[in-house]
């Protein structure tokens, strides 16, 4: 099997911040872990298909941790996760990205999406950038494809201090039509 679970290459540590972050999230906001989280990777060819395949095996396997993945229509795949635990789905998050990265995928992978909802101002997502190893917000609007910035701003303001944020909002990129 050449997915194996195994501590975070090191790389990734911030986005272990998040299981700690959350916390400020509930207090700050009354903002809960929503129980979704997703790996979006381009496709590729070769060995990117039985990695795949290893990656379904392993997440089969987990009784923590129910799954599905999807394929969209620009060519990602998504490895979406449920669970009760943001623990559990972070260390998810972080397993898969690190096989992908250990052979040679990295570039292909887009992001990682961690779903909240928020009492107030309803769902947002904290978004991953697996390249530069910072989060950003995106607060989707209730007005269609727009973003609600306000919004994005106080949870920026909000976590500054908990995790490594992109400070560069040009590339805080929206992902529409998350499948959760």
């Known amino acids: 099997m050449i997915f194996r679970s195994r501590g975070s290459s090191g790389n990734n540590t911030s986005l272990f911040a998040l299981t700690q972050a959350y916390i400020t999230l509930d207090v ?5 872990f929503a129980g979704n989280a997703a790996l979006c990777i381009k496709e590729a060819t070769g060995v990117f298909n039985s990695i795949v395949e290893d990656v379904k095996a392993f997440l089969d396997a987990s009784s923590d941790i129910s799954h599905r993945v999807e394929n ?6 998504w490895f979406i996760l449920s669970t009760d635990t943001i623990e559990g789905v972070v260390a998810a998050v972080d397993a898969i990205a690190d096989t992908f990265t ?45 973003r609600d910035v306000e919004f994005e ?7 500054k201090d908990e995790l490594v944020l ?11 039509g998350i499948p959760f």
């Not at 701003?153 to 976590?159: E, P, R």
């Open 28 to 32: 700050r906001l009354n903002a809960r």
């Open 72 to 77: 969209d229509r620009y060519g990602y795949i």
């Open 102 to 146: 250990e052979y040679g995928f990295k570039e292909q992978i887009l992001a990682s999406v961690f779903a909240f909802n928020a009492e107030k101002r309803g769902r947002f997502y904290l978004i991953y950038n697996h390249r530069s190893n910072r989060f950003y917000p995106f607060a989707p609007s209730s007005r269609g494809r727009e």
């Open 153 to 159: 701003m106080l949870i920026y303001s909000i976590l």
């Open 166 to 176: 992109e400070k560069d909002r040009s590339r805080w990129y929206p992902i529409w």
